[in-house]
């Protein structure tokens, strides 16, 4: 930095950054009549002008009359320098009562002052402290806000706390963050970490684009509060994002690194728990080198398990540009799953959008920008785009570019002009293509002389329309006003998107032998070889599931004395030429002591399944149905989920003496069982029922009898067959 008083020169080099020997030149004086003139860069370098604060910025004035009183509230900045303090809600209150019998003496009793918010700041390269306080009340609810950040060199503090208090209950939240440079490596230099809890709070994932002002992001990314930042969105945002939620909790995490000094990036992990349990990850990174280019990029992944989502979206900001901020370049991308609930088997992958002209799902992640580039100075502008989409359905690919050239020189208007986009839509299975190529020049010229003018304009369009199999399509081409068409290809023949029954199976079914799988999907406690080399499975009865999938939709369950969920009438059909309706029947038999099912559960598995390979009317999709939607056919059942039956019976007390305990023992090849009774001091042990998880503590009843008997109980719930008692 170089500062010149009169005919004086101070040079100031910020610490860790060396000149190399690199000569800098000495900044010219400018005269009066220079400095009225526009900054213009004559080298082709950008001359970034720094952000300037006005000494006084009024942020909002809030007139407002409650409860037979006049309330003013205003909020404002003020900057001084590297001093800044920021007002929020500095008000008056005037009852009306004021006016009766009004005086001074009066009115200086009864006037009110209040003030919401106050933040102070106090910003250097070398030190910047910084503190703000909130407090707002709505509806019954009160909240206090506060936040702290300290730097003093490469050390830096953060803390964040929020206080809510409902009607019913409080919340709490806090953050801290510990700025210490920790350089591992090169490609991973840790600048700091970050740690937090909510209690009775959730967490909501930004928007990819509200990513970059999400409070713990921002305030850690750019390294504490900063002047022009607003004290009283920061912490609406930060109670929007992790609201009041009773009997849920939040854990979150942070890290701030650098790789290579090149790329910045700072993370936050949230783990929500409690009602539901959702797994957060988001995060800013930014690469730049002033005057030639500037990358932030934001992201974030969420994973919910109680309704079984999995989304993951990345995207450029406002912010990103090369060689001139002029020069901006765009893109995201975005894929998201569904494991559960109507939308089980869904998905969706994409590059930078959508077809134009699909209509995109409520639950899909919409808005993701094109990936491309984009030129805007003045007389020229210039732009080119992509992007790709896979659904269940289809497969989406396009790009378009333009360039615009315009000659303003006021008697005489000139402007030039090239557009051209491609769209692609393919569907996957069966096989069917569909393309549009759209190519448009054009020019114009206005002369505006007094007493006449003339203008002139030019236009050519050229479009290609493509599909297939059986390929063909119309060629379109208009120049001032004549239009001609050209088709070529068999438009009278339908296009054959059908499979033979035999290209069906190949497509989309296994071997015989992997139709149908089975696996045990919770309630395993240990797994035991066996003498004879086979593997036995020991299971909690309490926990214990088992789902049989199947690959071909299930249109009939078949089991001795199972009781299972109706199944959907609806009929279904494979895509395949002249299919019948599909009959598939799934026979279940048990094994063992019994041959019913008596003692168990069952309940169907319904999954989501594209409709171009299962449908309801052995149609095919048309290319309007599958531009419309994901095409999903939805609660089909794909296989069974087994339990042990839930329904309570009889279990008789069993009464053992005080000093008794009975021990019974297991072999692991499940064919014999013995019980042994023992003298004891030793009270019955539970342990190993409450460790798998088999009995809880509350449902085993301790009663002392005359205190000379204890009798243990096992409350009345079934355990399958297998009752414990």
Same mark, same amino acid.
Do not use: C, R
């Given at each position: 930095m170089i500062l010149k008083i009169g005919s004086g020169e101070q040079k100031i080099t910020f610490? !860790?950054?060396?000149?190399?020997?690199? &000569?800098?030149?000495? $900044?010219p004086v400018l005269n009066s009549d220079s400095a009225k003139k526009e900054n213009k860069s004559t080298? !082709?370098?950008?001359?970034?002008?720094? &952000?300037?604060?006005? $000494?006084?910025?009024?942020?909002?004035?809030?007139?407002?009359?409650?409860?037979?009183?006049?309330?003013?509230?205003?909020?404002?900045?003020?900057?001084v320098g590297p001093f800044g303090l920021q007002l929020v809600g500095l008000g008056i209150q005037v009852p009306f009562s004021v006016f009766q019998n009004f005086s001074l003496e009066k009115l200086w009793k009864e006037v009110q002052f209040f003030l919401k918010g106050l933040a102070i700041i106090y910003d250097t390269p070398a030190l910047s402290i910084a503190g703000a306080f909130l407090r707002e009340t709505n509806n019954g609810t009160e909240e206090y806000n506060g936040l702290l950040t300290f730097r003093f060199g490469k050390i830096e503090i953060i803390a964040i706390g929020s206080y809510i208090k409902t009607p019913t209950y409080s919340s709490l939240f806090a953050f801290g963050y510990l700025g210490i440079p920790i350089p591992l490596d090169p490609a991973f230099y840790i600048h700091g970490f970050a740690l937090g809890f909510g209690l009775n709070r959730d967490f909501v994932m930004p928007n990819i684009?509200?990513?970059?002002d999400f409070p713990l992001i921002k305030i850690v990314h750019q390294g504490g509060l900063k002047q022009g930042d607003n004290i009283k969105k920061v912490f609406q945002d930060l109670n929007r994002y992790l609201p009041a939620t009773e009997n849920n909790y939040v854990i979150v995490a942070g890290i701030k690194f650098d790789s290579y000094k090149m790329i910045f990036t700072t993370g936050i992990l949230a783990i929500a728990f409690g009602n539901k349990t959702s797994l957060n990850l988001l995060g800013l990174s930014t690469m730049k080198l002033e005057g030639v280019y500037n990358f932030e990029f934001a992201f974030s992944m969420r994973a919910d398990l109680e309704e079984g989502t999995f989304l993951a979206q990345g995207q450029l900001t406002d912010n990103t540009y090369v060689l001139l901020p002029q020069l901006k370049l765009t893109g995201g991308f975005a894929l998201g799953m569904w494991l559960k609930g109507d939308l089980a088997g869904d998905f969706v992958f994409t590059l930078g959008g959508y077809h134009p002209d699909f209509k995109v799902p409520v639950h899909y992640p919409n808005n993701t920008p094109r990936l491309g580039y984009?030129?805007?100075?003045?007389?020229?502008?210039?732009?080119?785009?992509?992007?790709?989409a896979l659904t269940p359905s289809c497969i989406m690919a396009g790009l378009a570019g333009g360039l615009r050239l315009v000659l303003d020189g006021g008697v005489v208007y000139a402007e030039i002009g090239v557009l051209f986009s491609a769209d692609f839509i393919i569907s996957w299975k069966p096989f069917y293509y569909k393309a549009e190529v759209y190519v448009q020049i054009y020019a114009k010229i206005v002369?505006?002389?007094?007493?006449?003018?003339?203008?002139q304009s030019f236009n050519l369009t050229a479009k290609l329309q493509l599909e297939g199999p059986d390929f063909r399509g119309i060629a379109t081409f208009k120049v001032v006003g004549y239009e001609l068409e050209v088709k070529f290809g068999d438009h009278q023949k339908l296009v054959n998107k059908s499979l033979s029954k035999e290209e069906f199976i190949s497509a989309f079914l296994p071997d015989p032998a992997k139709i149908l799988t089975c696996n045990i999907t919770s309630g395993i406690i240990k797994k035991v070889k066996n003498t004879n080399g086979t593997e036995s499975v020991v299971v909690n009865p309490k926990t214990f599931a088992l789902e049989i999938y199947s690959e071909i939709p299930i249109t009939e369950i078949e089991g001795n004395q199972l009781v299972n969920e109706k199944i959907s009438a609806e009929k279904i059909y494979p895509v395949y030429t002249d299919s019948a309706q599909l009959e598939n029947k799934l026979g279940l038999s048990v094994k063992g002591a019994t041959n019913d099912f008596s003692t168990f559960q069952g309940s169907p598995i319904l999954k989501s399944v594209p409709t171009s390979i299962w449908n309801n009317t052995n149609t095919f999709a048309n290319n309007d149905e599958v531009l419309s939607s994901p095409k999903l056919l939805k609660d089909v059942c794909k296989g069974i989920r087994l339990e042990f039956s839930k329904i309570e019976s009889k279990i008789d007390p069993v009464m053992v003496s005080l000093y008794d305990t009975c021990v019974k023992n297991y072999?692991?090849?499940?064919?014999?069982?013995?019980?042994?009774?023992?003298?004891?001091?030793?009270?019955?042990?539970?342990?190993?029922?409450?460790?798998?998880?088999i009995l809880d503590e509350d449902e085993i009843d301790y009663t002392d009898l005359e205190n000379s008997v204890e009798v243990y109980k096992y409350k009345k719930k079934s355990l399958g067959k297998y009752q414990i008692a």
């Open positions: 610490p !860790g950054f060396d000149l190399y020997g690199i &000569k800098v030149p000495g $900044l080298s !082709g370098n950008i001359q970034k002008e720094e &952000k300037k604060h006005s $000494l006084v910025k009024i942020n909002e004035v809030k007139p407002s009359i409650e409860n037979n009183k006049i309330n003013i509230a205003v909020s404002a900045d003020f900057n684009t509200e990513i970059p984009s030129f805007n100075l003045g007389p020229v502008q210039f732009y080119g785009k992509a992007y790709f002369v505006d002389v007094w007493l006449f003018s003339i203008n072999e692991d090849s499940f064919m014999s069982s013995k019980t042994e009774h023992k003298d004891s001091a030793v009270k019955l042990n539970s342990s190993m029922m409450t460790i798998f998880d």
